[in-house]
C-alpha cells in the first residue's frame, strides 16, 4: 500500500531563489507536487493565474478564511498568502511529497499543526549576496529592497525553528541536496511504523518455529 507523502515547508529570504530552487527539483525528480499559494498581491511579468499563484481580490481572500479553507495564511509587505487546504490534502493521500513554498509565520503555523512537517530555510551565502540578487533581478524599486532586507533581518531571527539550513550558492548541488534531505525522511522509523509492526511480528512467528 503507498504511503501517504511527506509535508515539505520551505521559506527563504527574498532574492534567495527558493523559487528557481523548487521548480527545478520539481523538474529533476518525480513525486513532488508545489502547491500553488492563494495571494492577494498583483501578479508580477510571466506569473500565471494558477501556476505561480491564484491571485484574488482581499474580500475573495478573506472569506476563504472564513471557510476554513486555508492550511495557513499569513500578510507579507502588505499582501495576504495562503495555502488552500484540499489540493494538499489530496496529493499527501496519493503519496505524493507536497511542498509548500511559505513565508516563516505561516511556515510556523503549519510546523504547529502538522508537527510531522519536513520545514527547510533557503539562503544565499551572505546578507550582502542577497542584496545583490535582489537588484539583480530588476523588478522592483530601492524602497522596496530596502523593504525586503529588513524583513530578511526579521525572518533571520526564526531560521532556528527550521530543521535544515539550505544554502542556494549552485543550483545543481543544491537541488540534489534537497532531494536527498527529503528522501531520507521517508526512512525515519516514524515514517514507516507499519513496515516496522510487521517485520517484528514476523521476527516473533519465527522465533516460535
Known amino acids: 500500500m503507498k504511503h501517504r507523502g511527506i509535508l515539505i515547508v520551505v521559506s527563504g529570504f527574498s532574492g534567495a531563489g527558493k523559487g528557481t530552487l523548487m521548480k527545478e527539483l520539481i523538474s529533476t525528480y518525480d513525486n513532488y507536487a508545489l502547491s500553488v499559494s492563494m495571494t492577494t498581491r498583483k501578479p508580477r511579468a510571466g506569473e500565471e493565474e494558477g501556476k505561480s499563484y491564484f491571485f484574488v481580490e482581499k474580500e475573495a481572500f478573506e472569506q476563504t478564511i472564513a471557510e476554513d479553507g486555508l492550511i495557513e495564511y499569513a500578510c507579507y509587505c502588505g499582501n495576504y498568502y495562503g495555502t488552500p487546504r484540499e489540493y494538499v490534502e489530496s496529493c499527501l493521500d496519493k503519496g505524493q511529497d507536497v511542498i509548500l513554498e511559505i513565508e516563516v509565520q505561516g511556515a510556523l503555523k503549519v510546523k504547529e499543526k502538522n508537527p510531522q512537517a519536513l520545514l527547510l530555510f533557503v539562503t544565499p551565502t551572505s546578507a550582502e549576496e542577497l ?17 525586503r532586507m529588513r524583513r530578511a533581518a526579521e525572518e533571520s531571527e526564526i531560521m532556528d525553528h527550521y530543521q535544515y539550513l539550505v544554502i542556494n550558492d549552485d543550483l545543481d548541488t543544491c537541488v540534489k541536496e534537497v532531494h536527498q534531505l527529503i528522501q531520507s525522511e521517508h526512512l525515519k522509523v516514524s515514517e514507516n511504523l507499519d513496515l516496522v509492526a510487521d517485520i517484528q511480528k514476523e521476527l516473533k512467528e519465527m522465533k516460535g518455529e
Open 131 to 147: 542584496k545583490h540578487r535582489l537588484i539583480d533581478r530588476g523588478t522592483e524599486t530601492m524602497d522596496v529592497i530596502n523593504d
